[in-house]
T-cell receptor, first 115, second 117 residues
Framework: DAKTTQPPSMDCAEGRAANLPCNHSTISGNEYVYWYRQIHSQGPQYIIHGLKNNETNEMASLIITEDRKSSTLILPHATLRDTAVYYCIVRVGRDYGGATNKLIFGTGTLLAVQP | NAGVTQTPKFRVLKTGQSMTLLCAQDMNHEYMYWYRQDPGMGLRLIHYSVGEGTTAKGEVPDGYNVSRLKKQNFLLGLESAAPSQTSVYFC????????????????FGPGTRLTVT
């Protein structure tokens, strides 16, 4: 699975959009970009994932560059409850043979939403 | 629908003691996973299971054993606890996408905080 690079921390004002970047320059054609977040002391929570098209759900939007080497997670109106560590993970979407579906977590980005 | 639950929430062990962590999910998911998270680090996969009666090693399996006797339960055992196993343990589960072999997103439990002295 490709490695990802994220800034260690970011600040965002409450009510503003939070844009979290992720670099994955070695991503392969069959690898998806996943985003999870972990609020302090809780289990990680799935946010969104995509292959090459931009995706949107009730939580966030995912923008993937045309060359797929980087992506941005957008929280449109950040609230204090969005303060968490955000993990960008790249993994193969289809498992051939032994199914693993492993998520390889890095250290993520600590997003601090300020009042 | 409780999702993924873990028992116990906290535990303190002495070096050499054994214990079993229990993970249960009520979503009928095929896949289940055990991760550990050390302070300031991301999660690392210990063992996983793709179905009842099957288990496999992840990134850091040494010192742990697992069993999946029932589809809804995934047990993590420490036979002889060591201080290096002090960590927060998370269980997760996911569905299996039959048509593609892919899995859906993983759902995580609240974690078990284990201290080995």
């Amino acid at each position: 699975d490709a490695k990802t690079t994220q800034p260690p921390s970011m600040d965002c004002a409450e009510g503003r959009a939070a844009n979290l970047p992720c670099n994955h320059s070695t991503i392969s054609g069959n690898e998806y970009v996943y985003w999870y977040r972990q609020i302090h002391s809780q289990g990680p929570q799935y946010i969104i994932h995509g292959l090459k098209n931009n995706e949107t759900n009730e939580m966030a939007s995912l923008i993937i560059t045309e060359d797929r080497k980087s992506s941005t997670l957008i929280l449109p109106h950040a609230t204090l409850r969005d303060t968490a560590v955000y993990y960008c993970i790249v993994r193969v979407g289809r498992d051939y043979g032994g199914a693993t579906n492993k998520l390889i977590f890095g250290t993520g980005t600590l997003l601090a939403v300020q009042p | 629908n409780a999702g993924v639950t873990q028992t116990p929430k906290f535990r303190v062990l002495k070096t050499g003691q054994s214990m079993t962590l229990l993970c249960a999910q009520d979503m009928n998911h095929e896949y289940m996973y055990w991760y550990r998270q050390d302070p300031g680090m991301g999660l690392r996969l210990i063992h996983y299971s793709v179905g009842e009666g099957t288990t496999a090693k992840g990134e850091v399996p040494d010192g742990y054993n697992v069993s999946r006797l029932k589809k809804q339960n995934f047990l993590l055992g420490l036979e002889s606890a060591a201080p290096s196993q002090t960590s927060v343990y998370f269980c997760a589960s996911s569905r299996f996408r039959v048509a593609t072999g892919d899995s859906y997103e993983q759902y995580f439990g609240p974690g078990t905080r284990l201290t080995v002295t």
